[in-house]
């Protein structure tokens, strides 16, 4: 059994209120210790806003609690169960190798989930060890700050410790325990877990607990949980296309891995587009491509039609007219997703107002993007500071014509061209975490220890809309290459 420790100086102020739902909904369980842990990264801003002391924090009995070797005062570890479609296939789930300390209230009153990952077997192992290894650990670090610095919703990392121990996998890996924290950790699977395995009454109990949590100005409306469905559904459309925006895929797009507070959670085989190609997929897992870049959107639907079907019996009595209602609000998610996107292209281009030819010269934009294969970052990057001098893309007769009749679409508009430059460059990273940039700050922190590169790399990636002359040399698409990139759950 861990003990508590006193880090009352540490600012530690836990709630459990997911505790407070029926019991069947978790299980408590107390981390594993580990050996020796040692504190390899801490993101000392995050701490900082949580109203964590980073001096505390960075303490042996700090790092002990990030190690799950001690706990705070006022937590009560909890592993959650939920469900989910994998791959399409439903199937019973739960945290395997993670675990809920509580919920941390800030100084601005907000409520975050913290979460040990790599902390030891729960009841939801499914014959895993419970562990993980280092280099999954670091990738999440720094794809959760790097997508944070984009302004996309995201779950963050406050630190990494090492164990000192062993995690076999195909080889043999360093041991290291992650500190997620999270707006929460309800999924669509949670809803799935509720449905499958739970009463009406502990479905109800999860629904308004998720009002609640995250959106309670539908408290009082009439129908409250169509309320939370379309919620959802504008969260949910908002954050896919922030991912399409940046050519980020996820890669793992289980209706698990789907938070119901519309951040990004879950980062596993996930990875940044450099060519631009919508089917574009990285998991080594995802041999049929379910989860490429160009299926993001319609799995966002798919999976939201999923949370759907498990509000059916809270939305109306009359089932037939419950699923009318709620088919209603997934057949309006397209144009929803739609919007967002178009919003997003728009800004992109340096487009403050709508025109109805948009579409048109969005869509063949991309087209010959993908034609002349393009990196999509660099892309637009190039057209914020208008040199396209260089590329097959820029160099093509038909990319002429069109930057010819954009141009001409920028002068219609009220606004500068400054104006629709400061717009641009707003919209338009400098940077990405480049695959093989994140392969060479993890092969440096784990095979040698050098954490130098990584942090570089993040620093780099701290302010991605800065463009300034220190990010360039992290601009460079990889070197052309016949094997192809492959990304690893890492579990």
């Not at 409520?111 to 902390?119: A, E, F, H, N």
Request: charged share 25%.
């Amino acid at each position: 059994m861990v003990k508590k420790t006193d880090m009352t100086k540490a600012g530690w102020k836990l709630e459990n209120s997911y505790a407070d739902l029926p019991e069947n909904f978790y299980s408590e369980r107390h981390p594993d210790p580990v050996r020796s842990p040692e504190l390899v990264v801490f993101n000392d801003t995050l701490a900082e806003s949580l109203g964590l002391s980073v001096e505390e924090m960075r303490s042996e009995e700090g790092v002990a609690v990030l190690a799950g070797n001690r706990l705070p005062e006022g937590s009560t570890p909890i592993a959650q169960a939920y469900a989910g479609h994998q791959f399409g296939h439903f199937t019973m789930l739960g945290d395997g190798r993670a675990l809920l300390l509580g919920e941390q209230i800030t100084p601005s009153g907000d409520r975050m989930d913290i979460q040990l990952k790599g902390s030891g077997r729960t009841p939801f192992s499914r014959g895993g060890d419970g562990r993980a290894g280092l280099g999954p650990m670091l990738r999440e670090h720094i794809m959760s700050e790097a997508m944070h610095a984009l302004g996309i919703l995201t779950n963050r990392s406050l630190g990494v410790v090492t164990t000192g121990e062993p995690v076999y996998r195909e080889t043999v890996q360093s041991g290291a325990i992650l500190t997620r924290v999270a707006d929460s950790h309800l999924r669509v699977g949670t809803f799935q877990y509720a449905r499958q395995w739970g009463s009406i009454e502990d479905l109800e109990a999860l629904a308004d607990y998720t009002i609640k949590r995250h959106y309670p100005e539908v408290e009082q409306d009439e129908n409250r949980y169509l309320s939370l469905l379309k919620k959802a559904a504008e969260r949910q459309a908002k954050l896919i296309s922030s991912w399409q925006l940046v050519g980020f895929i996820h890669g793992v797009m289980n209706t698990d891995n789907m938070a119901i507070s519309g951040e990004t959670i879950d980062y596993g085989p996930c990875a940044f587009m450099n060519t631009y190609d919508p089917e574009t997929v990285f998991s080594s897992i995802d041999a049929q491509g379910r989860y490429a870049y160009g299926n993001q959107p319609l799995i966002g639907g798919w999976n939201l039609a999923r949370f759907a079907e498990t509000l059916v019996p809270l939305i109306d009595e009359d089932q037939e007219k419950a699923v009318e209602q709620a088919q209603e609000v997934i057949s309006g998610f397209t144009d929803l997703y739609k919007s967002h996107w178009f919003s997003g292209m728009r800004a992109k281009l340096g487009l403050f107002n709508e025109e109805k030819e948009d579409e048109t010269l969005i869509d063949e934009l991309l087209g010959m993007m993908q034609k002349h294969e393009a990196d999509f970052t660099n892309t637009f990057r190039a057209l914020t500071f208008d040199k396209t001098g260089e590329g097959a893309l820029f160099c093509a007769k038909d990319f002429a014509s069109w930057q010819e009749r954009w141009k001409e679409r920028l002068s219609r508009q009220e606004e500068s061209a400054a104006e629709s430059h400061d717009l641009m460059k707003k919209h338009n990273p400098a940077v990405i975490p480049r695959n093989h940039r994140v392969e060479e700050a993890l092969e440096a922190a784990v095979e040698k220890e050098d954490y130098t590169v990584m942090e570089n790399l993040l620093n780099a990636l701290s302010d991605p809309y800065a463009h300034t002359a220190d990010q360039e040399p992290y601009t460079s698409p990889p070197e052309p290459s016949n094997k192809p990139y492959r990304t690893y759950c890492g579990t």
